[in-house]
């Protein structure tokens, strides 16, 4: 597929994805959302992939659904947008909560609506201290959707998941890993660095583990302990039985760096 809305690069296990319509602050559009599907496809295909980097071209992260985008035509008839929700958002944030690879979002500038939880469904949240985090969608009379109700009150707590989503207010990065929204917030200009160095080390992890981690997490706030611990005990038998764990264990005891194949 040839990409306009995106760029998509593979280098060294990293996977990198960046909504790339810098000139409206790479706000989605259904053509962007295609791509993104086809892009996901490639990285779940490909093994030789063993991190998925997002991040956004230019000044901004994402400024969420693009307003002016056919999808969201308000004329004669409202649109549907509960469709494009099924179609394009539901179908991104479960692909990538499924992805065989661990996430992670750089954020520069602002992430709004649909951009913002964007962010927060990637495993590792990292932004510049000139990042923002925007719960845009009151103020255009919707709610925080692409998992917006679903990260924010599990991250910051009803109370500030109740007032960012209501008041719509800018949320400054550093305050945002303050409350335990992202992961980490570093000075604009050592942004890259920091992600590219966070990635590179998630690449030489061991994924299956990563991804049984990630699983185990979503799945605890429905879960009864009992549950849980059969969750953990399942993933640990799998786990196990798995190169990675015999290599984790081998090299331990040789006191060598693991050489782990994500398997
Ligand atoms: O379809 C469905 O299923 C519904 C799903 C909805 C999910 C959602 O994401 S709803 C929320 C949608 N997003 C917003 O409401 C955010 C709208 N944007 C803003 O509030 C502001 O642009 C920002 C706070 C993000 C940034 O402000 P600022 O001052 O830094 O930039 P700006 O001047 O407003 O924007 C720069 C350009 O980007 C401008 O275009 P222009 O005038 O230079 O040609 C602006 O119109 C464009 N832009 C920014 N956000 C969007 C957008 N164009 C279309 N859609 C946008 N969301």
């Known amino acids: 597929m040839d990409y306009q809305n995106i760029l998509f690069d593979v280098a060294g296990g990293v996977a990198r994805i960046t909504l790339n319509r810098p000139d409206k602050l790479n706000s989605f559009t259904g053509a962007m959302h295609a791509e993104l599907r086809d892009a996901l496809d490639s990285v779940q295909a490909d093994k030789g992939i063993r991190v998925l980097l997002i991040t956004g ?10 307003l002016a985008d056919p999808d969201m035509a308000v004329g004669v008839t409202a649109p549907d947008i509960g469709n494009v929700v099924e179609k394009n958002y ?9 992805l065989r690879v661990p996430t992670v979002a750089m954020v520069q500038g602002v992430a709004a609506g649909a951009g913002a939880s964007l962010a927060l469904a990637c495993d590792l949240a990292i ?18 959707d692409t998992g917006g109700t679903w990260f924010l009150p599990q991250r910051v707590g009803m109370a500030r998941a109740m007032g960012l989503a209501l008041l719509a207010e800018k949320l400054p990065a550093e305050k945002a890993a303050e409350w335990g929204l992202i992961w980490q917030v570093v000075d604009d200009a050592a942004l890259g660095a920091t992600v590219d160095a966070v990635a590179a080390q998630l690449a030489g992890m061991p994924t299956k583990a990563l991804v049984r981690t990630r699983q185990a997490m979503h799945a605890a706030p429905s879960h009864t302990l009992e549950q849980q611990l059969s969750m953990e005990g399942g993933f640990m038998r799998e786990l196990g039985w798995g190169p990675d764990f015999a290599e984790g264990v081998s090299a331990f005891m040789e006191k060598r760096a693991p050489r782990f194949t994500g398997n």
């Open 57 to 66: 071209a230019g000044r901004a992260f994402c400024a969420g659904q693009d």
């Open 90 to 98: 539901k179908p991104l944030i479960l692909r990538l909560q499924n």
């Open 127 to 144: 932004a510049g201290k000139s990042a923002s985090f925007l719960q845009a969608f009151s103020k255009i009379g919707l709610i925080p």
